[in-house]
T-cell receptor, first 112, second 111 residues
Framework: SAVISQKPSRDICQRGTSLTIQCQVDSQVTMMFWYRQQPGQSLTLIATANQGSEATYESGFVIDKFPISRPNLTFSTLTVSNMSPEDSSIYLC?????????FGPGTRLLVL | EDQVTQSPEALRLQEGESSSLNCSYTVSGLRGLFWYRQDPGKGPEFLFTLYSAGEEKEKERLKATLTKKESFLHITAPKPEDSATYLCAVLSTDSWGKFQFGAGTQVVVTP
């Protein structure tokens, strides 16, 4: 299984600002994903982070709001731009392993 | 469109009181069905992958089974440390690695 770390683990931000979340994996992986989990809800896929090309976004999520970088096979960032209180969520990165997706510990974001 | 429905939404058990969680799914073609455990404030922790109807997997007090339409997660003689939200997800043959998650079942086991 892959070991995944995320930074920051939590943050409190003011509306209108942006936050960049980092995801680091201990091995090279092809498929990397970003999810959002709103309070009391299940996981919603934001996008698939592709190495060397633009991310593939799910319906309802756009690049201007959630720009993603994937400079190599072990690292990705997700930026939450121009934040509003509705962006308060846990943001999770995951990677596809041999048998399943493995998840990072999450970034808990509160927007005031 | 792939769909995953979990029931019940919440389950409260006495320690030692066995029970089952249900995950019903609709997919064009099933590549795999996955169970995760999620503790508050943490990322989901992988439990099981099931690939075909009739398959069963066990880990300590947990046992997962799969049919063509649903999966069950059986919790035998649960302990308070089994308290968590249990998530079910499916991967279809045409989803390019993207999982479809259910809403989860929140399990609370009281001493």
């Amino acid at each position: 299984s892959a070991v995944i770390s995320q930074k920051p683990s939590r943050d409190i931000c003011q509306r209108g600002t942006s936050l960049t979340i980092q995801c680091q994996v201990d091995s090279q992986v092809t498929m990397m994903f970003w999810y959002r989990q709103q309070p009391g809800q299940s996981l919603t896929l934001i996008a698939t982070a592709n190495q060397g090309s633009e991310a593939t976004y799910e319906s309802g999520f756009v690049i201007d709001k959630f720009p993603i970088s994937r400079p190599n096979l072990t690292f990705s960032t997700l930026t939450v731009s121009n934040m509003s209180p509705e962006d308060s969520s846990i943001y999770l990165c995951s990677v596809m392993g041999e048998e399943t997706q493995y998840f990072g510990p999450g970034t808990r974001l509160l927007v005031l | 469109e792939d769909q995953v429905t979990q029931s019940p939404e919440a389950l409260r058990l006495q320690e030692g009181e066995s029970s089952s969680l249900n995950c019903s799914y609709t997919v064009s073609g099933l590549r795999g069905l996955f169970w995760y455990r999620q503790d508050p404030g943490k990322g989901p922790e992988f439990l099981f992958t099931l690939y075909s109807a009739g398959e069963e997997k066990e880990k300590e007090r947990l046992k997962a089974t799969l049919t063509k339409k649903e999966s069950f997660l059986h919790i035998t003689a649960p302990k308070p440390e089994d308290s968590a939200t249990y998530l079910c997800a499916v991967l279809s043959t045409d989803s390019w690695g993207k999982f479809q998650f259910g809403a989860g079942t929140q399990v609370v086991v009281t001493p």
